[in-house]
């Protein structure tokens, strides 16, 4: 398994790499409160996620959720073939998969 990071990519923007699962998505939760929110529009890279199941998906739901109340637009770019695939399966293909 790759441990999965989160890395400031730019001002707004950031890059997610690595497995996104059961066993690392609730450390990139915590992890991502700390500054993710502060600034205006944010763009979260996903080219460097190697594998990601349901976990993977539902913290993206949560960024976006904490994004909306947080009144900050959010998107997610390169998000794999395999998200895109449980994405369109769970019906959420319309609000997370960007075609940035």
Not at 11 to 16: P, Q
Not at 78 to 85: D, G, L
């Amino acid at each position: 398994m790759v441990e999965a990071a989160l890395e400031i990519a730019g001002e707004g923007r950031w890059r997610l790499s690595g497995d996104l699962g059961f066993g690392t998505v609730s450390r990139m939760l915590k992890e991502s409160h700390a500054g993710f929110l502060d600034a205006g529009d944010i763009e979260v890279d996903l080219s460097d996620v190697t594998r990601a199941d349901s976990a993977g998906l539902a913290l993206l739901v949560e960024w976006l959720r904490a994004a909306e109340r947080a009144g900050r637009p959010i998107s997610f770019v390169n998000m794999p073939a395999q998200m895109q695939s449980i994405a369109r399966i769970c019906g959420l293909d319309d609000i997370l998969i960007s075609s940035g």
